[in-house]
């Protein structure tokens, strides 16, 4: 390590992008959190289920036939065509498999792509916030400058076109959204997004449209952005497989857009990552193939779970909407007379249940907390007994 003399600005050798980052706010409850015995975790935003055996198998058996190499920088063809046909069955887009396709390292590696290709210093980026924690992050290591949205519970936490369009400056480069959201739950009705689109076609702005989450939303439709009409163009569609097919640690997810932006994500994955696990992409294709039921299946039991949660807030005082999307509820905390990082830090110490304080997700998620539902029911019983009691004593007082 180099001494303060020999350091940049400010006697520290690390660069100003990454002191610009905001410690996460979770960090430190997270470690606390695992040395400790007993916790019922509503935390981490991760299928309780293991990958489904079929997808399981055929990774298995690629690396019994020596499936061991890289692939190339854009992901195995047979990989990408089966995206582009997926995403062609679904929204009746057409991305050539060719060049319109990138297979990444999960979503959180497309979203750091996107930008990258799309910033340059001083750039904004316009997101909706409470943001899911890593947009801000990408925005700033790409050189940007995130420009929040505050969005509300009264509106069902989706984010108003015309508060878009207000933040909207000469400055502005991309509009950076996921829906179904994390951590509200929101999801955004094709109406409004229509609106957003218009936005961005008046004032030539790019979109990054994180859909992650698009499989599993609950007695509504999912709207993909990029299916809007004029939005194939300059939309960056983003999603993966970790969360409906339950394939977190398989790290692998796709970005399909405009040739030019596609070849500019793959010119620094190619530098900085060259491409993603093959026994993944083995994995994927084998989930696009044969995985609909089983998403089917734990989307039905994620929506069990959802009215169970729900209702179990609601009944204990803890404000919370129906969530349409993903598996997370945000209640409102504003009723005790406490920030989220206290309630997160008390209900950890006092009952041994974990869940993430709003104000991870940026300051207009203060007052409220997520608790994910993708928990096996027993625990989710468990943990709001647990959360009821700690809410009867707040309020009682202690
Ligand atoms: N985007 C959102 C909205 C997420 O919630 C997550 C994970 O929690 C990710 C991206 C990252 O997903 P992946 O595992 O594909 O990198």
Redesign the pocket.
């Known amino acids: 390590m180099q001494n303060a003399s020999q350091s940049g600005t400010n006697g520290t050798p690390i660069s100003q992008r990454v002191r610009a980052l905001s410690p996460s706010g979770i960090r430190k409850f997270f470690e606390l959190l695992y040395t400790m015995d007993d916790v019922i975790s509503l935390g981490v935003?991760?299928p309780d289920f293991v990958t489904p055996w079929r997808i399981r198998e055929s990774a298995i058996y690629s690396i019994e036939k020596g499936y061991t190499m890289y692939t190339s920088n854009f992901g195995l063809m047979e990989l990408r065509q089966e995206i582009s046909g997926y995403m062609n069955r679904r929204t009746g887009l057409e991305y050539n498999p060719a060049n319109q396709v990138l297979v990444t390292?999960?979503?959180?590696?497309?979203?750091d792509l996107a930008m990258r290709a799309l910033i340059d210093p001083g750039d904004e980026v316009i997101v909706p916030e409470p943001t899911?924690v890593?947009y801000v992050p990408c925005v700033t290591l790409a050189g940007g400058v995130a420009v929040p949205v505050p969005t509300h519970m009264e509106n069902g936490f989706r984010v108003r076109p015309q508060d878009i369009e207000d933040r909207v400056t000469p400055r502005t480069k991309a509009i950076l959204i996921?829906y179904p959201?994390?951590p509200t739950g929101a999801v955004m009705p094709r109406r409004e997004l229509e609106e957003i689109a218009g936005i961005a076609e008046r004032h030539g702005l790019f979109v990054v449209s994180?859909e992650?989450?698009e499989r599993l939303v609950y007695g509504t439709e999912h709207t993909t952005f990029a299916s809007l009409p004029g939005m194939a163009e300059r939309t960056v569609h983003?999603s993966?497989?970790?969360?409906s097919y339950a394939m977190?640690g398989w790290?692998?997810?796709y970005a399909c857009s405009h040739p030019e932006i596609i070849e500019a994500m793959m010119k620094v994955h190619q530098y900085t990552m060259m491409c993603a696990p093959i026994q993944g992409q083995m994995a994927a294709i084998e989930a696009l193939r044969s995985g609909d039921s089983s998403v089917e299946d734990a989307r039905e039991e994620y929506n069990r779970r959802r009215h169970l949660m729900m209702s179990g807030l609601n009944r204990m005082g803890l404000a919370c909407l129906e969530p349409q999307g993903?598996f997370y509820t945000f209640p409102s905390i504003k009723s005790l007379d406490m920030t989220s990082m206290e309630f997160a830090e008390r209900l950890l110490m006092e009952e041994h249940v974990a869940l993430v304080p709003g104000s991870a997700f940026g300051p207009s998620g203060e007052g409220h907390v997520r608790c994910c539902y993708a928990v096996a029911t027993e625990e989710i019983e468990e943990a709001l007994e647990r959360i009821g009691r700690f809410v009867r004593k707040v309020k009682g007082g202690s």
Request: charged content about 15%; proline content about 0%.
């Open positions: 935003g991760e390292v999960g979503v959180s590696q497309g979203i899911y890593s996921g959201n994390n994180d992650i989450y983003l993966g497989f970790s969360k977190t790290r692998v997810g993903a």
